[in-house]
């Protein structure tokens, strides 16, 4: 196969995650072990107030570290993992892991809200409230410091079934993101009915904001759109400061992205959230 280096340092791969691949279900089983081994690691990168710059919480971004492949990108694994039963093992590792987390930096004094993805799968899983709701409890975690993200798509595949779950884990007092929108097709219909706090604007919308004025219009009105809709803003895939100062001008409420921060591994991130790093996010924009 080929294999080379991204920005982020994964290795990229081509045929060994093909889905007719015979050792796509060796990774499977891997996966499941990974689970245990503690190969996977959550990531947390900073979202970040774009009016005051200050802190407003974090996205829990799992990572697989493979004893033989490296770092194995999730967009690479979570697909996979999707089509098999295992999401939601990875699911549950993943609110487990966040949840405690979460609980740890409230006890430390530090209010963030948490955010964490959930695939479609979760979406339509009965189950899910309830065993989100032992977890919870078992971390010391209160609902409203959590954020749940679901991305468009999944939501569409079931619309009825996924707005039930929604409804019962926003009556619960989670907070309900809408990840990647505009990539998806949605109907606004389904939108205007979800108990959603959030919308978060996919990256390939805001990373050429600057060079495409159809890019800055769409963005431009979703976050009008959402406003209206009484929804906050994350534009996803901040990369340099004048981006930011855009999204300031059209009163996007959040930023994430590289400009601010990559995905940091815990100890990274407590250390950025304590080192001059948070100065960097409070520049004057314009
Ligand atoms: P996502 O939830 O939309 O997460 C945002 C992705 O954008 C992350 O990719 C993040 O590293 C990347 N990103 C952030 N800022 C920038 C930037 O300024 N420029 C660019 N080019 N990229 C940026 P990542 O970590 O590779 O994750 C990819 C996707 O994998 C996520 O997209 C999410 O859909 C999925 N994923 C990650 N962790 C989990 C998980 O625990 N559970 C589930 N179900 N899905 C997950
Ligand atoms: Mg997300
Ligand atoms: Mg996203
Ligand atoms: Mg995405």
Sequence with gaps: FMAGKS?????????????????????????????????????????????????????????WN??????????????????????????????????????????QGLDLIVSVNLSARDLHDPELPDIITGLAAAAGVKPAWMMLEITESS???????????????????YRLSIDDFGTGYSSLAYLKKMPLTELKIDKSFVSDVLKSENDAVIVKATINLAHNL???????????????????????????????????????????MRSDAMDFVNPEFN
């Design 66 to 107: 493979h004893p033989k492949h490296g770092f194995v990108p999730p967009d690479e694994f979570i697909p996979m993992a999707e089509r098999t039963r295992m999401i939601k093992h990875l699911t549950l590792w993943a609110l487990k892991q966040t949840f405690g987390q979460c609980a740890e930096w409230h006890r």
């Design 155 to 173: 939501i569409m595949t079931d619309p009825e079934r996924s707005l039930e779950i929604i409804q019962r884990l926003h009556d619960m007092g």
């Design 230 to 272: 009484g929804l906050q803003v994350t534009a996803e895939g901040v990369e340099n400061r004048q981006v930011m100062a855009l999204l300031d001008s059209y009163a996007c409420d959040l930023a994430q992205g590289y400009y601010l921060s990559k995905p940091l591994a815990l100890g990274e991130f407590n250390e950025w």
């Design 7 to 63: 920005h982020e340092g994964y290795a990229v791969y081509t045929s060994i995650f093909d889905d007719h691949s015979p050792r796509r279900l060796t990774l499977m089983s891997e996966l499941r072990q990974a689970l245990e081994k503690e190969e996977l690691q959550v990531y947390y990168q900073p979202k970040v107030a774009i009016k005051t710059g200050r802190l407003y919480g974090a996205e829990a971004l799992v990572r």
